[in-house]
């Protein structure tokens, strides 16, 4: 008889993780410019040949730093971003008509994720009334003052990159790698995390704790990633 497996002890090989991963899926990721991005998850989606993706990202990293690589490969058909400019790709492939691009102001961004994480209808925002921006959306009225209706973000895996995570799923993160991951490790309605270092559940000091293990399914080893290399490719 096969040993059964801990139901609280979340590590799981690459392999296993990257069977949640499908044309057509709806992507997230945390991350700011590739820092943050989950090197090895985002190597194990390009190696499986993943492709239609609907990716939901700060922004489009650098052309061959984390998610900024299925960018360039054409692995995205969508991205929902605040911005996309360091990665030319992005804007060439949305001038010639094939990636389509959402974009939204970062602080938006990021309360449309957290939305979606703890379950609210949306977030109300002035911040671009009157303009281009508000096109197709819905207009509230509170008061005597009128706010546009941003909707919550939430997708099908959601992908994060911490520096240290217990078997449960419990999770600390890197400085400024802290960035989204937070957000999108709630947003997910399959969270999948790909740690530096993987200890055993009690060993991390629970005030050191960013994100707790209820909001994690999976934990993967990371393999780490050779950023010059990447830069210079």
Request: hydrophobic share 40%.
């Amino acid at each position: 008889m096969s040993e059964k497996r801990n139901p609280f002890d979340k590590v799981v090989t690459i392999e296993e993780a990257l069977e949640h991963f499908h044309d057509g899926m709806t992507l997230m990721t945390g991350g700011f410019g590739g820092v943050g991005n989950p090197p090895t998850l985002v190597q194990g989606i390009l190696d499986k040949g993943v492709k239609d993706i609907t990716l939901i990202s700060n922004d489009t990293a650098f052309p061959h730093i984390g998610v900024g690589q299925l960018v360039t490969q054409k692995r995205v058909k969508k991205v929902i971003a605040s911005h996309i400019g360091s990665n030319p790709n992005a804007g060439a492939q949305m001038t010639a008509g094939e990636l389509e691009v959402e974009f939204c102001p970062q602080g938006i961004l990021a309360e449309r994720v957290r939305a979606g994480g703890v379950g609210l209808g949306g977030i109300l925002s002035d911040i671009g009334m009157g303009t281009i921006a508000d096109k197709g959306k819905q207009i509230v009225q509170v008061g005597d003052k009128q706010f546009l209706l941003e909707t919550p973000l939430t997708a099908e895996v959601a992908i994060v990159h911490a520096k240290k995570a217990d078997r449960y799923g419990n999770l600390v993160f890197d400085t400024s790698a802290r960035n989204f991951n937070p957000l999108v490790a709630m947003a997910g309605e399959f969270t999948i995390v790909e740690a530096d270092e993987i200890v055993e559940t009690g060993e991390i000091n629970p005030e050191e704790i960013v994100t707790p293990g209820v909001f994690v399914n999976m934990i993967v080893q990371s393999k780490g990633v050779n950023w010059t290399w990447a830069w210079e490719k």
